[in-house]
């Protein structure tokens, strides 16, 4: 399976690192000929969870431009989401006739690259590694997570199975026959667990204990799941029950909530690891609000969190607890305005 990775950050380097370990025959695409230049010299090194693994000699690393004229039966696609959705059109001229392009990205990228891209290219997937990138080339693996690859509309299918052992040779991999209740179940922790990080600067352990930082994330939290069942996804755990106890359209904070908050504070560990990518936020908190405005679902809260964000990045604030409540007091203004109360929907669940 004539394959490329495209993107040598955190994730991209330890996948890349571990296939090439295992005798998988890979190519690594990086932003430029620079980067390319220090990885070739560099090579790859991973520590931590898994054991270590040292690739002293890379052969087959360039910049992306150099593979233009190439083809390939599988495009494994590791860049920030933003990128991710740049250079997708490109990539989609690179793959061979049943080639397929495999984002790993958070959010709603894989369901929008599928739109984009001529039928049938786009095979979805999910990560829940833990991975960070010391230097370029230097990569420590924090979890036994695994890739998770499937049909963007669910079901089966040969070429899934296909990715899954051809990858499998170097990292887990698992097949999902619900790829839209997996995505959707991770993004509702992206939602409020990431990108509040990434606004309070904290870790979600921290955060919490912030004035109003608990009613917010519920409040996320509720309306990221109010759209993922609009949408008609068959949620599944990930790495929490996707239903806080006793939901009817929003937490209720019953005898078993403190369990479940439990469980969400253990999974943060993993997603902290994703903070201080605020330009994601359009492709996770974003794509929410995108999809709960064309389904006529209120998204006040997701919004006002977007915009938060996007003044961080403008600069025009910097990550603090504070933005907490100025957030939440901008959505629940707006909420007023329009003056919606949780629904009880729970139609698609399982």
């Known amino acids: ?113 599928h739109e984009r891209l001529p039928h049938g290219r786009v095979l979805a997937g999910l990560s829940n590694l833990g991975a960070t990138m010391v230097s370029p ?30 990858l499998g040779r170097g990292v887990e991999v698992k097949v999902s026959h619900n790829m839209p209740g997996a995505i959707w179940s991770k993004l509702l922790l992206n939602c409020s667990v990431t990108t509040l990080g990434a606004v309070a600067g904290l870790t979600m352990r921290e955060y919490v204990t912030a ?27 990930m790495l929490v029950d996707p239903f806080p106890p006793g939901w009817e359209g929003r937490t209720i904070r019953d005898g078993a909530y403190e369990e479940w908050m439990r469980e969400v504070l253990e999974a943060s560990m993993l997603q902290d690891l994703e903070r201080g990518r605020p330009t994601e936020v359009e492709l996770i908190n974003g794509y929410v609000v995108q999809r709960g405005q064309a389904l006529g679902v209120p998204v006040a809260v997701n919004a006002a969190i977007v915009e938060t964000v996007r003044a961080i990045t403008r600069g025009d604030s910097e990550p603090s607890p504070s933005l907490l409540s100025a957030t939440l007091a901008r959505a629940q ?15 698609g669940s399982t």
């Open 137 to 166: 080339g230097i990569y420590e693996q924090r979890n036994a997570g695994h890739l998770l690859v499937g049909e963007i509309d669910g079901g089966g299918s040969d070429r899934a199975e296909s990715v899954q052992r051809w």
């Open 211 to 237: 004035p109003h930082a608990l009613d917010l994330f519920e409040r996320t939290y509720d309306e990221a799941l109010s759209v993922a069942l609009a949408a008609g996804a068959r949620l599944e755990r």
């Open 1 to 113: 399976m004539r394959t490329l990775i495209v993107g040598v950050g955190a994730l991209g380097g330890v996948i890349a690192a571990r296939l090439l370990e295992a005798g998988v025959v890979a190519e690594l695409a990086t932003r430029d000929a620079a980067a390319a230049r220090r990885l070739t010299q560099s090579g790859l090194r991973v520590s931590g969870v898994g054991g270590e693994v040292v690739v002293s000699r890379l052969t087959t690393v360039a910049a992306l431009d150099e593979y233009r004229r190439r083809q390939f039966d599988l495009i494994l696609l590791a860049t920030k989401a933003h990128d991710a959705m740049a250079i997708a059109s490109d990539l989609g001229e690179m793959l061979s006739p049943t080639g397929v392009l495999l984002p790993i990205q958070n959010g709603g990228v894989s369901h929008l690259l």
């Open 333 to 347: 203004a707006a909420v007023r305005a329009s003056a919606w109360t949780p629904g009880s929907v729970r139609s």
